[in-house]
Protein backbone atom coordinates (compact mmCIF):
# COMPACT_ATOMS: atom_id res chain seq x y z
CA UNK A 1 0.00 0.00 0.00
CA UNK A 2 1.18 3.63 -1.21
CA UNK A 3 2.03 6.34 1.92
CA UNK A 4 -1.13 8.11 3.64
CA UNK A 5 -2.50 10.90 1.43
CA UNK A 6 -5.41 11.74 3.86
CA UNK A 7 -7.16 10.68 7.84
CA UNK A 8 -10.51 10.94 8.38
CA UNK A 9 -11.96 10.61 12.18
CA UNK A 10 -15.23 10.16 13.06
CA UNK A 11 -17.38 9.64 16.91
CA UNK A 12 -18.43 6.38 15.33
CA UNK A 13 -17.59 3.92 12.29
CA UNK A 14 -19.02 1.35 11.12
CA UNK A 15 -16.53 -1.03 9.03
CA UNK A 16 -19.96 -3.42 7.91
CA UNK A 17 -16.95 -6.19 9.09
CA UNK A 18 -18.17 -9.82 9.25
CA UNK A 19 -18.99 -8.73 12.81
CA UNK A 20 -20.80 -5.75 12.29
CA UNK A 21 -18.60 -3.87 14.67
CA UNK A 22 -19.62 -0.43 15.84
CA UNK A 23 -15.77 1.35 16.40
CA UNK A 24 -16.16 4.27 18.72
CA UNK A 25 -13.91 7.20 18.27
CA UNK A 26 -12.23 6.00 14.86
CA UNK A 27 -9.82 6.98 12.23
CA UNK A 28 -9.92 5.65 8.88
CA UNK A 29 -6.40 6.51 6.69
CA UNK A 30 -6.46 6.34 3.00
CA UNK A 31 -3.43 6.14 0.88
CA UNK A 32 -1.94 7.91 -2.75
CA UNK A 33 -3.55 5.06 -4.82
CA UNK A 34 -7.54 5.72 -3.03
CA UNK A 35 -7.11 2.60 -0.74
CA UNK A 36 -7.52 2.26 2.96
CA UNK A 37 -4.74 1.49 4.87
CA UNK A 38 -5.77 1.58 8.74
CA UNK A 39 -9.19 1.19 10.19
CA UNK A 40 -9.64 1.44 13.98
CA UNK A 41 -10.01 3.44 17.13
CA UNK A 42 -7.87 6.84 17.18
CA UNK A 43 -6.36 5.85 20.29
CA UNK A 44 -4.71 3.27 19.04
CA UNK A 45 -3.93 4.87 15.34
CA UNK A 46 -0.63 4.73 13.75
CA UNK A 47 1.04 8.28 13.73
CA UNK A 48 0.70 10.47 10.28
CA UNK A 49 1.38 13.95 8.95
CA UNK A 50 -1.05 13.67 6.58
CA UNK A 51 -4.05 16.09 6.57
CA UNK A 52 -6.77 15.27 9.10
CA UNK A 53 -10.60 15.54 8.53
CA UNK A 54 -13.05 15.34 11.77
CA UNK A 55 -16.22 14.61 10.59
CA UNK A 56 -19.74 14.24 12.88
CA UNK A 57 -21.62 11.48 12.81
CA UNK A 58 -20.49 7.92 11.80
CA UNK A 59 -18.00 7.12 8.35
CA UNK A 60 -19.38 3.61 6.77
CA UNK A 61 -18.44 2.02 3.39
CA UNK A 62 -20.65 2.65 0.17
CA UNK A 63 -23.45 0.97 -0.29
CA UNK A 64 -23.18 -1.39 -3.24
CA UNK A 65 -26.44 -2.10 -5.57
CA UNK A 66 -25.86 -5.32 -7.06
CA UNK A 67 -28.36 -5.10 -9.85
CA UNK A 68 -29.78 -1.86 -12.00
CA UNK A 69 -30.56 -0.63 -15.92
CA UNK A 70 -29.74 2.78 -14.32
CA UNK A 71 -30.45 5.08 -17.62
CA UNK A 72 -33.82 4.03 -17.52
CA UNK A 73 -34.14 6.88 -15.07
CA UNK A 74 -35.27 8.70 -18.25
CA UNK A 75 -38.43 6.81 -18.19
CA UNK A 76 -39.18 6.84 -14.52
CA UNK A 77 -43.22 6.22 -13.90
CA UNK A 78 -43.77 5.44 -17.67
CA UNK A 79 -46.18 2.14 -17.59
CA UNK A 80 -45.94 1.72 -13.80
CA UNK A 81 -49.51 -0.04 -13.26
CA UNK A 82 -48.85 -2.93 -15.48
CA UNK A 83 -47.03 -6.30 -15.20
CA UNK A 84 -44.12 -7.07 -15.74
CA UNK A 85 -44.11 -8.86 -19.29
CA UNK A 86 -46.84 -6.29 -20.48
CA UNK A 87 -44.53 -3.34 -18.66
CA UNK A 88 -41.58 -4.31 -20.95
CA UNK A 89 -43.27 -5.09 -23.76
CA UNK A 90 -45.52 -2.80 -24.26
CA UNK A 91 -43.95 0.66 -22.80
CA UNK A 92 -40.37 0.15 -21.78
CA UNK A 93 -39.05 -1.87 -24.74
CA UNK A 94 -41.12 0.53 -27.48
CA UNK A 95 -38.63 3.27 -25.34
CA UNK A 96 -36.02 2.21 -25.04
CA UNK A 97 -35.48 2.20 -28.83
CA UNK A 98 -35.81 5.52 -28.62
CA UNK A 99 -32.46 6.53 -26.47
CA UNK A 100 -29.25 6.99 -28.82
CA UNK A 101 -25.95 6.92 -26.86
CA UNK A 102 -25.83 10.63 -25.43
CA UNK A 103 -29.89 9.77 -24.04
CA UNK A 104 -27.78 6.93 -21.96
CA UNK A 105 -25.35 8.98 -20.89
CA UNK A 106 -27.76 11.10 -19.47
CA UNK A 107 -29.93 8.75 -17.65
CA UNK A 108 -26.82 7.51 -16.64
CA UNK A 109 -25.73 10.94 -14.99
CA UNK A 110 -29.01 11.62 -13.58
CA UNK A 111 -28.83 8.18 -11.91
CA UNK A 112 -25.65 7.91 -10.64
CA UNK A 113 -26.28 11.27 -9.06
CA UNK A 114 -29.40 10.05 -6.97
CA UNK A 115 -26.98 6.78 -6.04
CA UNK A 116 -24.51 9.32 -4.77
CA UNK A 117 -26.91 11.15 -2.84
CA UNK A 118 -28.59 7.80 -0.87
CA UNK A 119 -24.70 6.61 -0.44
CA UNK A 120 -24.38 4.42 -3.14
CA UNK A 121 -21.08 4.04 -4.50
CA UNK A 122 -21.18 0.98 -7.06
CA UNK A 123 -24.03 0.17 -9.40
CA UNK A 124 -24.15 -3.19 -11.50
CA UNK A 125 -25.46 -2.22 -14.46
CA UNK A 126 -26.92 -4.03 -17.34
CA UNK A 127 -27.49 -2.00 -20.18
CA UNK A 128 -26.84 -1.42 -23.70
CA UNK A 129 -24.59 1.51 -25.55
CA UNK A 130 -22.33 1.24 -22.41
CA UNK A 131 -19.36 2.98 -23.37
CA UNK A 132 -22.17 5.71 -22.51
CA UNK A 133 -22.59 4.19 -19.32
CA UNK A 134 -18.85 4.58 -18.63
CA UNK A 135 -18.17 8.11 -20.29
CA UNK A 136 -20.92 9.10 -17.51
CA UNK A 137 -19.57 6.87 -14.56
CA UNK A 138 -16.14 8.43 -14.76
CA UNK A 139 -17.50 12.09 -14.91
CA UNK A 140 -19.77 11.77 -11.92
CA UNK A 141 -16.77 9.76 -10.29
CA UNK A 142 -18.69 6.90 -8.64
CA UNK A 143 -18.33 3.05 -9.35
CA UNK A 144 -19.98 0.50 -11.71
CA UNK A 145 -19.82 -3.50 -12.65
CA UNK A 146 -20.66 -3.04 -16.27
CA UNK A 147 -22.35 -6.19 -18.04
CA UNK A 148 -23.33 -5.01 -21.50
CA UNK A 149 -26.84 -6.45 -21.87
CA UNK A 150 -27.10 -9.01 -24.71
CA UNK A 151 -30.75 -9.62 -25.80
CA UNK A 152 -33.09 -10.19 -28.82
CA UNK A 153 -36.31 -7.91 -28.17
CA UNK A 154 -38.56 -5.91 -30.28
CA UNK A 155 -36.62 -2.77 -30.86
CA UNK A 156 -33.13 -3.90 -30.00
CA UNK A 157 -32.37 -5.18 -33.62
CA UNK A 158 -30.67 -1.91 -34.61
CA UNK A 159 -27.85 -2.88 -31.62
CA UNK A 160 -27.29 -6.14 -33.56
CA UNK A 161 -27.21 -9.40 -33.06
CA UNK A 162 -27.37 -11.31 -29.67
CA UNK A 163 -23.72 -12.27 -30.98
CA UNK A 164 -22.26 -9.28 -32.33
CA UNK A 165 -23.30 -7.85 -28.80
CA UNK A 166 -21.74 -10.87 -26.97
CA UNK A 167 -18.31 -10.58 -28.84
CA UNK A 168 -17.89 -6.59 -28.73
CA UNK A 169 -17.78 -7.45 -25.05
CA UNK A 170 -15.03 -9.76 -24.96
CA UNK A 171 -13.22 -7.61 -27.29
CA UNK A 172 -13.36 -4.50 -24.68
CA UNK A 173 -12.64 -6.81 -22.08
CA UNK A 174 -9.29 -8.13 -24.14
CA UNK A 175 -8.51 -4.83 -25.16
CA UNK A 176 -9.22 -2.55 -22.03
CA UNK A 177 -8.87 -5.60 -19.04
CA UNK A 178 -11.29 -6.54 -16.76
CA UNK A 179 -10.82 -3.04 -14.28
CA UNK A 180 -10.06 -0.31 -15.49
CA UNK A 181 -9.86 3.47 -15.16
CA UNK A 182 -8.82 5.50 -11.80
CA UNK A 183 -9.05 3.87 -8.64
CA UNK A 184 -10.41 1.00 -11.04
CA UNK A 185 -14.01 2.66 -11.66
CA UNK A 186 -14.69 0.27 -14.15
CA UNK A 187 -15.39 -3.94 -14.10
CA UNK A 188 -16.84 -5.12 -17.36
CA UNK A 189 -18.82 -8.35 -17.33
CA UNK A 190 -21.44 -9.85 -19.67
CA UNK A 191 -25.31 -9.32 -19.41
CA UNK A 192 -26.93 -11.62 -21.02
CA UNK A 193 -30.64 -11.15 -19.97
CA UNK A 194 -32.62 -13.60 -19.68
CA UNK A 195 -33.56 -17.16 -20.63
CA UNK A 196 -36.65 -15.59 -22.04
CA UNK A 197 -34.91 -13.12 -24.73
CA UNK A 198 -32.15 -15.36 -25.63
CA UNK A 199 -31.81 -18.93 -27.20
CA UNK A 200 -30.11 -21.12 -25.22
CA UNK A 201 -27.38 -21.45 -27.21
CA UNK A 202 -26.45 -17.66 -26.74
CA UNK A 203 -26.26 -18.31 -22.54
CA UNK A 204 -23.89 -21.18 -23.17
CA UNK A 205 -21.65 -19.15 -25.22
CA UNK A 206 -21.76 -16.13 -22.68
CA UNK A 207 -21.29 -18.18 -19.96
CA UNK A 208 -17.86 -20.43 -21.43
CA UNK A 209 -16.41 -16.66 -22.47
CA UNK A 210 -17.01 -14.95 -19.11
CA UNK A 211 -15.12 -18.09 -17.24
CA UNK A 212 -12.54 -17.68 -19.82
CA UNK A 213 -11.70 -14.03 -18.59
CA UNK A 214 -12.65 -14.34 -15.05
CA UNK A 215 -15.87 -11.71 -15.60
CA UNK A 216 -18.90 -11.52 -14.13
CA UNK A 217 -21.75 -13.19 -16.12
CA UNK A 218 -25.24 -11.17 -14.82
CA UNK A 219 -28.49 -12.49 -15.94
CA UNK A 220 -31.96 -12.10 -14.88
CA UNK A 221 -33.57 -15.51 -13.13
CA UNK A 222 -37.23 -16.63 -12.55
CA UNK A 223 -38.11 -13.49 -11.75
CA UNK A 224 -42.01 -13.63 -12.83
CA UNK A 225 -44.21 -16.60 -13.28
CA UNK A 226 -45.08 -17.53 -16.68
CA UNK A 227 -41.96 -15.54 -18.44
CA UNK A 228 -39.89 -18.48 -18.74
CA UNK A 229 -42.33 -21.36 -19.92
CA UNK A 230 -40.45 -22.64 -22.53
CA UNK A 231 -37.63 -23.39 -20.48
CA UNK A 232 -39.38 -24.80 -17.74
CA UNK A 233 -41.21 -27.23 -20.24
CA UNK A 234 -37.70 -28.62 -21.59
CA UNK A 235 -35.11 -28.34 -18.47
CA UNK A 236 -37.64 -27.86 -15.38
CA UNK A 237 -36.26 -24.69 -14.61
CA UNK A 238 -33.64 -21.88 -15.80
CA UNK A 239 -31.50 -23.09 -13.34
CA UNK A 240 -31.90 -26.35 -14.14
CA UNK A 241 -31.09 -25.19 -17.58
CA UNK A 242 -27.75 -23.41 -17.00
CA UNK A 243 -26.35 -26.43 -15.08
CA UNK A 244 -27.72 -29.08 -17.77
CA UNK A 245 -25.79 -27.13 -20.13
CA UNK A 246 -22.46 -26.27 -18.25
CA UNK A 247 -23.15 -22.63 -18.38
CA UNK A 248 -22.29 -22.84 -14.53
CA UNK A 249 -19.12 -22.77 -12.50
CA UNK A 250 -17.85 -19.34 -12.85
CA UNK A 251 -18.71 -16.00 -11.46
CA UNK A 252 -22.59 -15.71 -12.04
CA UNK A 253 -25.29 -13.36 -10.64
CA UNK A 254 -28.77 -14.17 -10.90
CA UNK A 255 -31.09 -11.16 -10.89
CA UNK A 256 -34.19 -11.45 -8.62
CA UNK A 257 -34.49 -15.29 -8.50
CA UNK A 258 -38.58 -15.33 -6.91
CA UNK A 259 -39.61 -18.16 -8.44
CA UNK A 260 -37.57 -20.94 -7.38
CA UNK A 261 -38.15 -24.95 -6.29
CA UNK A 262 -36.35 -26.16 -3.22
CA UNK A 263 -33.85 -28.19 -6.12
CA UNK A 264 -33.25 -24.65 -7.64
CA UNK A 265 -31.60 -23.42 -4.26
CA UNK A 266 -30.09 -26.56 -4.34
CA UNK A 267 -28.57 -25.76 -7.76
CA UNK A 268 -28.08 -21.85 -7.10
CA UNK A 269 -25.81 -23.03 -3.67
CA UNK A 270 -24.01 -26.44 -5.34
CA UNK A 271 -22.40 -23.50 -8.43
CA UNK A 272 -22.17 -20.75 -5.65
CA UNK A 273 -24.34 -18.70 -8.09
CA UNK A 274 -25.36 -15.20 -6.24
CA UNK A 275 -28.68 -13.56 -6.08
CA UNK A 276 -29.52 -9.95 -6.59
CA UNK A 277 -32.57 -9.46 -4.14
CA UNK A 278 -34.68 -6.57 -6.29
CA UNK A 279 -37.73 -6.50 -3.10
CA UNK A 280 -39.00 -2.61 -4.38
CA UNK A 281 -39.07 -3.36 -7.89
CA UNK A 282 -40.30 -7.00 -7.52
CA UNK A 283 -43.27 -5.72 -5.52
CA UNK A 284 -44.35 -2.70 -7.92
CA UNK A 285 -44.16 -5.38 -10.84
CA UNK A 286 -46.08 -8.12 -8.67
CA UNK A 287 -43.73 -10.77 -9.33
CA UNK A 288 -44.02 -12.46 -5.75
CA UNK A 289 -41.31 -12.70 -2.83
CA UNK A 290 -37.97 -14.30 -3.20
CA UNK A 291 -37.15 -16.79 -0.90
CA UNK A 292 -34.28 -14.74 0.84
CA UNK A 293 -34.53 -16.58 4.04
CA UNK A 294 -34.09 -19.81 2.51
CA UNK A 295 -31.27 -18.85 -0.08
CA UNK A 296 -29.13 -17.59 2.74
CA UNK A 297 -29.88 -20.61 5.12
CA UNK A 298 -28.15 -22.42 1.99
CA UNK A 299 -25.61 -20.58 1.58
CA UNK A 300 -26.35 -18.71 -1.28
CA UNK A 301 -24.47 -15.09 -1.46
CA UNK A 302 -27.04 -12.53 -1.62
CA UNK A 303 -27.44 -8.90 -2.05
CA UNK A 304 -29.64 -6.12 -2.92
CA UNK A 305 -30.70 -4.13 -5.86
CA UNK A 306 -32.88 -1.12 -6.97
CA UNK A 307 -33.82 -3.04 -10.40
CA UNK A 308 -34.64 -0.33 -12.98
CA UNK A 309 -35.75 2.98 -11.67
CA UNK A 310 -38.61 2.64 -14.00
CA UNK A 311 -40.00 -0.22 -12.21
CA UNK A 312 -38.46 0.46 -8.56
CA UNK A 313 -39.27 4.05 -8.85
CA UNK A 314 -36.31 4.86 -6.95
CA UNK A 315 -32.20 4.13 -6.57
CA UNK A 316 -32.76 4.10 -2.75
CA UNK A 317 -30.84 1.26 -1.30
CA UNK A 318 -31.81 2.09 2.35
CA UNK A 319 -35.71 1.56 1.43
CA UNK A 320 -34.30 -2.08 -0.50
CA UNK A 321 -32.87 -2.87 2.56
CA UNK A 322 -36.28 -2.22 5.07
CA UNK A 323 -38.16 -3.90 2.58
CA UNK A 324 -36.19 -6.86 2.55
CA UNK A 325 -36.95 -6.98 5.90
CA UNK A 326 -40.20 -6.39 5.87
CA UNK A 327 -41.13 -9.05 3.19
CA UNK A 328 -38.64 -11.79 4.77
CA UNK A 329 -40.47 -11.04 8.02
CA UNK A 330 -43.75 -11.50 6.14
CA UNK A 331 -43.07 -14.66 4.34
CA UNK A 332 -41.35 -16.50 7.40
CA UNK A 333 -44.25 -15.08 10.38
CA UNK A 334 -40.79 -14.71 11.70
CA UNK A 335 -39.42 -11.19 13.46
CA UNK A 336 -36.29 -12.10 13.41
CA UNK A 337 -35.74 -13.49 9.75
CA UNK A 338 -33.22 -10.28 8.33
CA UNK A 339 -32.80 -8.34 11.55
CA UNK A 340 -31.07 -4.38 10.96
CA UNK A 341 -27.79 -5.72 11.13
CA UNK A 342 -28.38 -8.37 8.31
CA UNK A 343 -30.25 -5.99 5.74
CA UNK A 344 -26.90 -3.12 6.14
CA UNK A 345 -24.79 -6.37 5.69
CA UNK A 346 -26.77 -7.57 2.29
CA UNK A 347 -26.24 -3.23 1.62
CA UNK A 348 -22.97 -3.38 2.14
CA UNK A 349 -20.40 -6.50 2.76
CA UNK A 350 -22.75 -9.16 1.42
CA UNK A 351 -23.72 -7.34 -1.96
CA UNK A 352 -19.60 -6.92 -2.86
CA UNK A 353 -19.44 -10.60 -2.26
CA UNK A 354 -22.33 -11.17 -4.57
CA UNK A 355 -20.40 -10.10 -7.03
CA UNK A 356 -17.24 -11.42 -6.26
CA UNK A 357 -15.65 -8.41 -4.93
CA UNK A 358 -13.67 -8.36 -1.01
CA UNK A 359 -12.16 -5.00 -2.04
CA UNK A 360 -15.91 -3.12 -1.61
CA UNK A 361 -18.65 -2.28 0.57
CA UNK A 362 -16.27 -3.07 3.69
CA UNK A 363 -14.03 -0.33 5.64
CA UNK A 364 -10.80 -2.79 5.75
CA UNK A 365 -7.10 -2.36 4.78
CA UNK A 366 -6.50 -2.90 1.04
CA UNK A 367 -10.46 -2.40 0.34
CA UNK A 368 -11.08 0.49 -1.84
CA UNK A 369 -11.89 3.52 -0.01
CA UNK A 370 -15.59 4.11 -0.70
CA UNK A 371 -16.71 5.92 2.12
CA UNK A 372 -20.10 7.74 3.34
CA UNK A 373 -20.52 10.21 6.36
CA UNK A 374 -23.59 10.19 7.89
CA UNK A 375 -24.78 12.46 9.82
CA UNK A 376 -27.04 11.52 13.11
CA UNK A 377 -27.45 14.48 14.69
CA UNK A 378 -31.50 13.67 13.68
CA UNK A 379 -34.81 12.42 15.59
CA UNK A 380 -34.29 9.22 13.63
CA UNK A 381 -31.47 8.61 16.03
CA UNK A 382 -32.60 8.43 19.79
CA UNK A 383 -29.63 7.34 21.48
CA UNK A 384 -26.58 6.42 19.10
CA UNK A 385 -24.25 5.99 22.09
CA UNK A 386 -25.98 3.04 21.91
CA UNK A 387 -24.66 0.17 19.50
CA UNK A 388 -27.35 -2.23 18.13
CA UNK A 389 -29.94 0.78 18.67
CA UNK A 390 -28.00 2.73 16.43
CA UNK A 391 -27.91 0.36 13.62
CA UNK A 392 -31.35 -0.33 13.98
CA UNK A 393 -32.22 3.48 13.74
CA UNK A 394 -29.55 3.72 10.38
CA UNK A 395 -31.31 1.38 8.46
CA UNK A 396 -35.29 1.76 9.85
CA UNK A 397 -35.62 5.25 10.70
CA UNK A 398 -32.41 7.41 9.09
CA UNK A 399 -31.33 5.84 5.92
CA UNK A 400 -30.91 8.20 2.78
CA UNK A 401 -31.67 11.72 3.93
CA UNK A 402 -28.24 11.20 6.47
CA UNK A 403 -25.94 11.43 3.68
CA UNK A 404 -24.02 14.35 3.83
CA UNK A 405 -20.69 13.36 2.30
CA UNK A 406 -19.42 10.94 0.08
CA UNK A 407 -15.68 9.47 -1.50
CA UNK A 408 -14.91 7.33 -3.92
CA UNK A 409 -11.11 5.78 -3.80
CA UNK A 410 -10.55 8.69 -1.91
CA UNK A 411 -11.92 11.23 -4.11
CA UNK A 412 -14.92 13.81 -3.14
CA UNK A 413 -17.48 13.04 -4.95
CA UNK A 414 -20.45 14.47 -2.74
CA UNK A 415 -19.97 17.50 -0.31
CA UNK A 416 -22.94 18.33 1.95
CA UNK A 417 -25.29 16.42 -0.24
CA UNK A 418 -24.07 17.43 -3.74
CA UNK A 419 -22.49 16.25 -6.26
CA UNK A 420 -18.74 17.79 -6.70
CA UNK A 421 -17.81 16.90 -10.69
CA UNK A 422 -21.40 17.71 -12.06
CA UNK A 423 -23.61 20.53 -12.00
CA UNK A 424 -27.24 19.06 -10.99
CA UNK A 425 -29.26 21.43 -12.59
CA UNK A 426 -27.82 20.51 -15.69
CA UNK A 427 -27.84 17.05 -14.99
CA UNK A 428 -31.80 17.06 -14.31
CA UNK A 429 -32.22 19.26 -17.40
CA UNK A 430 -30.79 17.04 -19.51
CA UNK A 431 -32.71 13.70 -18.02
CA UNK A 432 -35.75 15.70 -18.80
CA UNK A 433 -34.92 16.87 -22.41
CA UNK A 434 -34.84 12.99 -22.79
CA UNK A 435 -37.63 11.98 -20.89
CA UNK A 436 -39.35 14.94 -23.41
CA UNK A 437 -38.04 13.15 -26.69
CA UNK A 438 -39.48 9.70 -25.42
CA UNK A 439 -42.77 10.80 -25.70
CA UNK A 440 -42.71 13.24 -28.84
Known sequence: ??????????????????????????VVDVDDDGRITHVGPAATAPATDAPTTHLSGLLMPGLVNTHAHTPLAVLR???????????????????????????????????????????????????????????????????????????????????????????????WIDTDGLRFGPGERVELGYGPHAAYTLPTEAIVTTAG?????????????????????????????????LEATGSLGGRVLAAHAIQLSDDDIAILARHDVAVAHCPGSNAKLAAGVARVTDLRAAGVRVGLGTDSPA????????????????????????????????????????????????????????????????????????DPDDDDQLVSNLVWAGGARGVRDVWVAGDPVLADGTPTRVDPAEVLAGARRVAAKVKA
Open 1 to 26: MGAVSMRLTAPVVLPCDAAMSVVRDA
Open 77 to 171: GMGGDLPLMRWLMEVIWPAEAKLGGADVRAGMLAGAAEMLRGGVTTSTEMYFQAEHVVDAVLEIGSRVVLTPGIITAPGMERLGTWEQMRDAISR
Open 209 to 241: LARERGALMHLHVAEAPGEDDAVRAEFGSVPAM
Open 311 to 382: SNDDLDLWEEQRLASLFARQRGADATALTAADALALATREGARALGRDDLGVLAPGAWADLVHVAIDDPAFV
